[in-house]
């Protein structure tokens, strides 16, 4: 099936009690044995496992090509059960130049501390991934693609044969493309990870995290752990975020077209010293996005002539574009990462420049935005 047919039926057969065409929301903490041992639906206490929950996991799972999604409370708390899944204290782990900041702060102010060694590749790259890797030690390469926040673009196919050449697992954070854009899996990632906060709740109004898995054994040890740490997305979140997903390719379609509008603008503008943006002939991954995404994105950086003070006075001066962190929903936002979003990579090698500006371009009236982001430009 289809990606629009998958993200509407995987796991979400109507009711077998009522026929109601949408899976309900299982408000329950436990459930009925029928004796000692005896699960009906093998359902006992739903941190182990939720009916809501398990709609959402089977449709991820599906839409993304992987054995196993599982659901989490947050893209951070997927994030540390896989590290904790498949890292030890001592281990290594390389991380992306320009990780998003919250990633950042999970590896170098909570996971250092019990011991995960890290480093930032250089570049976007295979060969700056090879030159981070230590053999022996390197149990995971982490890449996002596009970056948070500069949009660079990694060939996952590539750096996958040099996390699988140093023993290592590739792991895909895919938020900013969406398993509509992009098929990580697909291209040999072995963990895509998720934030479905953002594009996949698509409404901003849930938090909520998710990994898929591509190889059983490795889904099973992280189902162990997700269970065992505790960090699952409740019912009504993941009910929120399945009735997103429905809609994901059709917003995809908009919030793409309406960003290369505005691209366009930011391009022709005065006060604008780069746009970064993978749709754009010029931007060096330009190619391997044409190759690994079925379209660019939704996500607009760019930096201005004025400087740090500039960027912030723009992102104030913005009606429309709501000022805000966050992304991925209907609403288009702006921010200004150094002192939002990025704030705790300052001062560290993952520090972004202070004249970057943020734009999640939403799915308004693009004629709209245009005008009040040419009116907050100045």
Not at 1 to 18: V, Y
Not at 66 to 72: C, E, I, S
Not at 348 to 377: F, K, N, Q, Y
Request: a negative charge.
């Amino acid at each position: 099936m289809e990606f629009e047919t998958l993200a509407i039926h995987a796991g979400q057969e109507p009711d077998a009690a009522t026929g109601a065409v949408v899976p309900p929301i299982y408000q329950v903490s436990t459930y009925k044995q029928d004796g000692v041992g005896g699960l009906r639906g093998g359902y006992e206490y739903s941190r182990s496992a939720n009916p809501t929950r398990t709609a959402l996991e089977e449709c991820l799972a599906a839409i993304e090509g992987g054995r196993r999604g599982l659901a989490f409370a947050s893209g951070l708390a997927a994030e540390d059960t896989l590290l904790r899944t498949t890292c030890a204290p001592g281990d290594h782990v390389v991380i992306p130049g320009d990780a998003y900041g919250g990633t950042y702060r999970l590896f170098a102010q909570v996971q250092q501390r019990w011991g995960l060694d890290w480093t930032a590749s250089s570049g976007h790259d295979a060969d700056d991934v090879r030159a981070a890797v230590r053999p022996g030690a390197t149990k995971v390469v982490w890449v996002e693609t596009p970056t948070n926040p500069l949009l660079g673009i990694v060939d996952i196919a590539a750096v996958a044969d040099v996390a699988h050449d140093a023993g290592a697992i590739l792991v895909v954070d895919n938020t900013f493309a969406s398993p509509y854009l992009q098929q990580p899996l697909a291209l040999g990632a072995d963990v895509v990870v998720h934030s479905t906060t953002k594009y996949m709740g698509g409404h901003s109004d849930v938090i909520g995290g998710a990994l898929v898995v591509a190889d059983d054994e490795l889904a099973e040890r992280v189902t162990y752990h997700q269970n065992a740490m505790g960090a699952v997305a409740g019912p009504f979140d993941a009910w929120l975020v399945l009735r997103g997903i429905k809609t994901l390719g059709v917003r995809m379609d908009r919030h793409c077209a309406n960003a290369e509008r505005i691209t366009e603008v930011l391009t022709a503008h005065p006060k604008v010293a780069q746009v970064l943006y993978p749709g754009l002939p010029e931007h060096p991954g330009h190619e391997i996005a044409a190759k690994q995404m079925k379209a660019f994105g939704g996500m607009v950086s760019f930096r201005v002539t004025g400087g740090e003070e500039e960027a912030v006075a723009i992102c104030n001066r913005a009606e429309l574009f709501t000022l805000g962190e966050s992304l991925g929903g209907v609403e288009s936002l702006i921010e200004h990462p150094g002192r939002m979003t990025h704030a705790s990579a300052a001062g560290s090698p993952l520090e972004v420049p202070g004249d970057l500006v943020r734009l999640s371009v939403g799915i308004e009236s693009v004629d709209d935005l245009v005008e009040d982001l040419t009116r907050a430009l100045g």
